[in-house]
């Protein structure tokens, strides 16, 4: 499965914005950025599951909370659209500093006007994707007509919207009314692919004949056939996620440097740099599954996957749980769930009371493990003591000899 960072950067308004980035598990064939809908974050199902499937097709996602929203720092009340194309926009600088700038721009409701609007301004951008977006900006006026004129008489009112409460205030207001989105999209230069639902009841599928109208080609339209605004249902995001990869390839195809990971057979396991960062690595295992590794970003990686340690921790613990299975199956004990947390730290030789080093630092490996069903403490010490023989523990107290060759080039 793809891999999902949590990072931070500094937003339009020199606020810390929250972002998540979703990777695939090779080298990303290309980087898109994901705007979420009007007043929603970017965990809303439709964001986590189309960058999701995007991962998975090998296209990395990074999707952020606009500011005063979800677990991004500032106020709601002193944003406005402008602002969000600037968050977009130093969301891209960010991803051009760090991995590589978004040659994909995909916007969800609102947030499909942003990317249409931002995409001038991000260098390298070659497609953009809406989906269920108005044409208008002002067209989120709607969700609150009934507060519009306590708005303009007082400069800004409460209002509820998806049952959370909101400050909408008048600059909000003239700041929507004043977007002139025609000419964006006309000027837009880019590919552009519109999804919009024909049953949508909150952003009529109008607005997708006005946006693919305003358009110059190379354009696109999916009707998106049953679905409601949100994507609420699994199988419209995902194919979403779906037709924006195999229609954006023909955009980003000159980008496409996807790292194959190594071929292994059975029983073997083959490790790869991905070159994407100081320490990440793509990983095969006997053919049929691929994982990643990395190092945290405090040791000069990306986190990007498990610590060479973490994997070590979890084979040891794999081991532990499916022993104490076996065993529990064999002699007819009610084990129902058996659960093991693992810890490695050095300590100093001194402390340890079961080593034969007495001076420096030794491995100590901490393994707690949980055993639920309605166990005798006869039970619950025979599968402890099994524990102890399962195959990654006896490797790891034998003696282990590791020989290493290089291959003939």
């Not at 390839?249 to 396991?269: C, F, H, L, M, W």
Request: negative net charge.
């Amino acid at each position: 499965m793809p891999k999902g960072n949590k990072i931070t950067f500094v937003g339009h308004l020199g606020i810390e914005l929250a972002a998540r980035l979703d990777l695939p598990l090779g080298r990303p064939k290309a980087y898109a950025l994901f705007a979420h809908c009007f007043t929603c974050s970017k965990d809303i199902f439709a964001a986590a599951r189309v960058s999701a499937g995007l991962a998975e097709k090998g296209i990395a996602v990074l999707r952020f909370d606009f500011t005063g929203l979800g677990h991004s720092e500032g106020e709601f009340a002193n944003t406005n659209f402008t602002s969000n194309v600037g968050d977009l926009v130093s969301a891209a600088k960010w991803l051009q500093e760090n991995y590589q700038s978004p040659s994909i721009l995909v916007g969800h409701s609102l947030g499909g006007a942003a990317v249409l609007a931002a995409a001038r301004d991000i260098q390298g951008v070659k497609a953009v994707a809406t989906i269920g977006a108005p044409f208008d900006p002002a067209h989120v006026s709607h969700n609150f007509s009934d507060s519009i004129e306590k708005v303009n008489e007082e400069g800004e009112a409460e209002v509820s919207l998806g049952g959370r409460s909101f400050v909408i205030t008048k600059q909000f207001l003239d700041d929507i009314s004043s977007q002139n989105q025609k000419e964006r999209i006309a000027n837009l230069k880019k590919a552009l692919l519109v999804f919009h639902s024909p049953t949508d009841n909150v952003v009529g599928v109008e607005n997708a004949s006005e946006i693919y109208g305003a358009a110059k080609h190379p354009k696109s339209f999916v009707s998106l056939d049953n679905a409601d605004h949100l994507l609420s249902k699994k199988r419209d995001a995902v194919y979403v996620s779906e037709v924006i990869s195999a229609w954006a390839t023909r955009y980003i195809e000159d980008n496409i440097n996807a790292i194959v990971p190594p071929k292994s057979s059975q029983g073997q396991v083959s490790v790869q740099e991905t070159r994407e960062g100081k320490f990440t690595q793509i990983i095969s295992v006997g053919g049929k599954h691929s994982l990643r590794a990395d190092e945290p970003i405090s040791y000069g990686g990306n986190d990007t996957g498990p610590t060479p340690y973490d994997y070590l921790l979890s084979g040891l613990g794999a081991c532990t749980t499916m022993t104490m299975r076996m065993y529990a199956d064999r002699k007819g004990i009610p084990l129902e769930r058996a659960t093991v947390t693992l810890q490695h730290q050095k300590i100093y030789a001194e402390d340890c009371d079961a080593c034969e080093t007495t001076e420096g630092k030794v491995d100590q490996i901490t393994r707690v493990i949980n055993l639920e069903g309605e166990l005798t403490p006869e039970q619950r010490q025979s599968l402890l003591d099994i524990s102890e023989k399962c195959p990654v523990h006896r490797t790891l107290h034998s003696e282990v000899e590791v020989k290493s060759t290089l291959k003939d080039n």
